[in-house]
């Protein structure tokens, strides 16, 4: 049975650092594995996409890279703002069409100005 | 348009009762899904369809009945519900044909509490 484990839980950090937060997972037949946003009391949003054949995606200030035999993934968020305070979330998927998510527990940013 | 709409967005029902959610999506996805989340944890996969008339079970799908009837609706039955099953709920949907993928798209969620 596929686990994934987020570390940190939580996370606070000032303004304008670099910050990586790490995902891992225990099977490495993944097809593909996403990072999503969740701020609070609403829902999820896709943030980066990263198929098992790729190393990393970039999107703005967000870089997630994907090291499939390692069972691990990060993602770097570059000079931090208080707009990035949120729930991110690692899942992954073992089928091509990329459905059936199995999800990380979370990693709670704060951001203090 | 829309994207994925849940309703209701709150409740809270007594041990026994039933209730359905309800989900509909504009995007015309193939995909759709239940999740649960419970404070302070990862979704978990309640029951899946890859198309109108096709469910499947997924983590944790006891208590809980799904139906597809349309592309666009995909409503969560809960049958006698139990403290158990008090969490926020999620639907999702996504689109996946051949070589075309297109990810993710998650409702706002529905706020259950059983008393």
């Known amino acids: 049975k596929q686990e994934v484990t987020q570390i940190p839980a939580a996370l606070s950090v000032p303004e304008g650092e670099n910050l990586v937060l790490n995902c891992s997972f225990t099977?490495?037949?993944?097809?593909?594995l996403q990072w999503f946003r969740q701020d609070p009391g609403k829902g999820l949003t896709s943030l980066l996409l990263?198929?098992?054949?790729?190393r990393e995606q970039t999107s703005g200030r967000l870089n997630a890279s994907l090291d499939k035999s390692s069972g691990r993934s990060t993602l770097y968020i570059a000079a931090s703002q208080p707009g990035d305070s949120a729930t991110y979330l690692c899942?992954?998927?073992?089928?091509?069409?990329?459905?059936?998510?199995?999800f990380g527990e979370g990693t709670q940013l704060t951001v203090n100005p | 348009n829309a994207g994925v709409t849940q309703t209701p967005k709150f409740r809270i029902l007594k041990i026994g009762q039933s209730m359905t959610l309800q989900c509909t999506q504009d995007?015309?996805?193939?995909?759709m899904y239940w999740y649960r989340q419970d404070p302070g944890m990862g979704l978990k996969l309640i029951y899946y369809?890859?198309?109108?008339?096709?469910?499947d079970k997924g983590e944790v799908p006891n208590g809980y009945n799904v139906s597809r009837s349309t592309t666009e609706d995909f409503p969560l039955r809960l049958e006698l519900a139990a403290p158990s099953q008090t969490s926020v709920y999620f639907c999702?949907?996504?689109?996946?044909?051949?070589?075309?993928?297109?990810?993710?798209?998650f409702g706002s969620g529905t706020r259950l509490t059983v008393v």
């Open positions: 999702a949907s996504s689109y996946s044909i051949g070589e075309s993928w297109k990810g993710y798209t």
């Open positions: 099977d490495s037949a993944i097809y593909n």
């Open positions: 990263i198929q098992s054949s790729q």
């Open positions: 899942a992954v998927s073992k089928e091509t069409s990329g459905s059936r998510l199995t």
């Open positions: 995007m015309n996805h193939n995909y």
């Open positions: 369809s890859v198309g109108a008339g096709i469910t």
